[in-house]
């Protein structure tokens, strides 16, 4: 079936940048999010991008989307103790309702 | 900032008895979700939910839940009867497509069936 893949672990230092990588299967995913769950916490949104483009950028947060190797990124700029969490890739079909994830991305800064 | 919200944040409940889960999407939404995260695993889809109906469903998703959206804000998910692998966060999300198509989600409920 279609499965979305992310590596389970990262660990930067404060101030260096952090790049978190995702694969996907699904040739036809529209839409390709990143959410960011803190401890206890739920699914905080951060960004999306539409399989259109191959980049997005908001403020410390690049987005780059390889659409031909299904490779989604997220770049964390001068990266802070507090964006210590888990990272979800997930994608989603344009006529279809559910999202897949990724395992999530565990991202450790240290100071 | 309008948000999802979802209560109780804690459930404990022995097995074969009956949940619900409640949540409340943000207002000018019109899709709802439920989500489940087994502790250390994937967020899987549960099921969607349109203009009154259930739009998609997982195999996941059996006869034992339920949707409901009983007036004009709450939206729950039932389980009849708890087993032990209900264990899970679950997650409820809303969003308004056309647009953005983007699905915010609440803070999850977490439910312990002992």
Not at chain 1, 48 to 53: A, D, E, K, Q, V
């Amino acid at each position: 079936g279609e499965d979305v893949e992310q590596s389970l672990f990262l660990s930067v230092r404060e101030g260096d940048s952090s790049v978190i990588n995702c694969t996907y299967t699904d040739s036809s995913s529209t839409y390709l999010y990143w959410y960011k769950q803190e401890p206890g916490a739920g699914l905080q949104l951060l960004t999306y991008i539409f399989s259109n483009m191959d980049m997005k950028q908001d403020q410390r947060l690049t987005v780059l989307l390889n659409k031909k190797d299904k490779h989604l990124s997220l770049r964390i700029a001068d990266t802070q103790t507090g964006d210590s969490a888990i990272y979800f890739c997930a994608e989603k079909e344009g006529n279809n309702n559910d999202m897949r994830f990724g395992a999530g991305t565990r991202l450790t800064v240290k100071p | 900032e309008p948000e999802v919200t979802q209560t109780p944040s804690h459930q404990v409940t022995q097995m074969g008895q009956e949940v619900i889960l409640r949540c409340v999407p943000i207002s000018n939404h019109l899709y709802f979700y439920w989500y489940r995260q087994i502790l250390g695993q994937k967020v899987e889809f549960l099921v969607s939910f349109y203009n009154n109906e259930i739009s998609e469903k997982s195999e996941i998703f059996d006869d034992q839940f339920s949707v409901e959206r009983p007036d004009g804000s709450n939206f729950t998910l039932k389980i009849r009867s708890t087993k032990l692998e209900d264990s899970a966060m679950y997650f409820c999300a809303s969003d308004s497509p056309p647009g953005a198509d983007t699905q915010y989600f609440g803070p999850g409920t977490r439910l312990t069936v002992l």
